[in-house]
C-alpha cells in the first residue's frame, strides 16, 4: 500500500511541474503590463507614471519579419514606441532604453537602441500614421541582423543590431492617458519606389532586360533555340544589389536537357548572348559543372553541380564603410542604346583571345566580396571589383526545356 501512495504521489508531483512549466510557457508567450489588448486593439490603461509595455508571442523571423502599429489616438503625450526586444524584457520600460532591444518612437522621432537617450533618426508619427518594424536576416553572419523601420509604409531607416539566440520579439510601449493603437503581427511590407510603384515579388517589372526567356510571377521560362553557345538566354534585373537587398536566390524547376543554368551578377550593358561569369565585369556559379566563372570563358572547380530541385544563392559582403550614393540609380532602361557586340564564336566553356568584349576595358570601384550558396549553405566566395554602377543580378540559360523560380528579395519578406 506504501508503495502504490508513493507512486501516486509521484505521479501526482510530475502533473503538477508538467502544470507549472505551462503555466509559465503561456505567461511568456504573451506578456503585457498597463495594456488592455482587445483584439488588435491596445489601449493605455496606467496612470502616466508608469510605461506600458506588450511583448508579441513569437520572434521576428526570416518567415515573420515584419509587423505594424497604427495609431488611433496619441492620447496625452503620444508615447508610443514600436520595435523588438528579448523575450524576458522589463516590461515596466519603453522598448529601446535596455540592452538588446531597439524602437522608434513616435513621440520624438528618434531611435533607441539599448540606452534611455535616443538618436535623431525620423519624423515624428501622428493619430492615423502607421510604423513598421521589420528585420533582414545576414545568411553569413547569423549573430547580427537589420532592423529596418518604416512610416506609412516608407522605409525611415535601419540599424544593424546583434541577434540573440532566443530571437528578438516584436514590442510596443505606451505611457500616457489616451493612447491607442491597433496591431498586425502579420503585416507585409514591400519597399516603395520614388514614383510610387510597388516593388512585388519578381513581376515582368522587376527586370531590366529580358532575352530569349520569359517571365511569368518569378518563373523564368528559357524559350531560345538551345542549339549552340551564342543561343544564351538572359534575365538581368532591373536594380543592382545593394546594402539593403544583397542577396538573392533561384530554385531550378526543370534541368532542361543539359542543366545550362548560370547564377551571377554583371554589369549592366553586359552583352545578351553571353553566359554570365563569360565576359568581364561579371561574375557566375554555374549549375552544370559547377564552376565559377569570373570575367572568362574558362572556369575554376569551386562547387557541386546543382540539379531540379536545388536553390542557388548569389549575394554580395559590402564593406562596412560603403557608401553608394555614387551608384548609378537610373530606372529607365533603354535596350536600343546598349552597345552592340559581334557573336562569339568560341567552343563551350573555352576562352577566346580575339573576342572584342573580353578585350574591352572595364572600369572598376573597389572591391567588393561575392559570395554563393547552394541550399541554404555557403558554397565559396571571391573577391571581386565593383564595377561603376554596381552590379546586376543576372541568370543565363541555354537548353530547351530550363526553368527557374528566382526570388530577387528573398532577405526583405
Not at 516590461?91 to 534611455?116: E, M
Not at 525611415?156 to 496591431?183: C, D, F, I, T
Not at 507585409?188 to 532575352?211: A, F, P, Y
Request: aromatic fraction near 10%; hydrophobic fraction near 30%; include cysteine.
Amino acid at each position: 500500500m506504501d508503495d502504490i501512495n508513493l507512486h501516486y504521489r509521484f505521479l501526482n508531483w510530475r502533473r503538477r511541474i508538467r502544470e507549472i512549466r505551462e503555466v509559465r510557457a503561456v505567461r511568456y508567450r504573451e506578456r503585457f503590463k498597463k495594456i488592455q489588448r482587445n483584439g488588435d486593439i491596445l489601449r493605455y490603461q496606467g496612470n502616466s507614471d508608469e510605461v506600458g509595455c506588450y511583448v508579441a508571442p513569437r520572434p521576428v523571423s526570416k518567415g515573420n519579419c515584419y509587423f505594424e502599429v497604427t495609431i488611433i489616438e496619441t492620447g496625452v503625450r503620444g508615447m508610443i514606441a514600436v520595435g523588438l526586444v528579448p523575450q524576458n524584457y522589463k516590461l515596466d520600460h519603453q522598448p529601446g532604453w535596455l540592452p538588446q532591444s531597439v524602437a522608434y518612437h513616435a513621440d520624438d522621432g528618434k531611435l533607441y537602441n539599448g540606452n534611455t537617450v535616443g538618436q535623431q533618426f525620423g519624423p515624428k508619427c501622428n493619430r492615423g500614421d502607421r510604423i513598421g518594424c521589420g528585420i533582414y536576416i545576414d545568411p553569413l553572419n547569423e549573430g547580427q541582423m537589420t532592423v529596418f523601420f518604416t512610416k506609412n509604409g516608407k522605409e525611415v531607416g535601419n540599424v544593424e543590431v546583434a541577434r540573440p539566440a532566443e530571437g528578438l520579439y516584436p514590442a510596443l510601449g505606451m505611457h500616457s492617458l489616451g493612447e491607442e493603437v491597433q496591431l498586425d503581427l502579420h503585416a507585409e511590407w514591400r519597399k516603395e519606389e520614388e514614383d510610387g510603384m510597388m516593388i512585388v515579388d519578381s513581376h515582368e517589372d522587376d527586370w531590366g532586360r529580358l532575352h530569349d526567356v520569359t517571365v511569368t510571377g518569378t518563373l523564368l521560362e528559357y524559350v531560345g533555340k538551345g542549339k549552340s553557345i551564342v543561343d544564351v538566354g538572359l534575365a538581368q534585373a532591373r536594380w543592382p544589389l545593394n546594402t539593403h537587398c544583397h542577396y538573392y536566390e533561384l530554385e531550378i524547376m526543370s534541368a532542361g536537357e543539359k542543366c545550362y543554368i548560370a547564377l551571377g551578377l554583371a554589369r549592366r550593358d553586359y552583352p545578351k548572348n553571353r553566359h554570365p561569369g563569360w565576359s568581364k565585369g561579371s561574375i557566375a556559379y554555374h549549375a552544370d559543372d559547377g564552376k565559377l566563372f569570373h570575367g572568362s570563358g574558362v572556369g575554376d572547380p569551386f562547387g557541386p553541380r546543382c540539379v531540379e530541385g536545388d536553390t542557388m544563392g548569389c549575394g554580395i559582403m559590402f564593406p562596412r564603410d560603403y557608401n553608394q550614393d555614387g551608384a548609378d540609380d537610373t530606372d529607365d532602361w533603354e535596350p536600343d542604346t546598349q552597345p552592340k557586340y559581334s557573336q562569339v564564336q568560341n567552343d563551350l566553356y573555352a576562352n577566346n583571345d580575339e573576342d572584342e568584349e573580353e578585350d574591352r576595358e572595364e572600369p572598376e570601384g573597389r572591391k567588393v566580396t561575392v559570395f554563393f550558396t547552394r541550399n541554404g549553405e555557403i558554397v565559396g566566395r571571391r573577391e571581386v571589383a565593383l564595377p561603376l554602377g554596381g552590379f546586376y543580378p543576372t541568370v543565363g540559360m541555354m537548353s530547351t526545356g530550363e526553368k527557374v523560380r528566382v526570388e530577387l528579395h528573398p532577405l526583405s519578406g
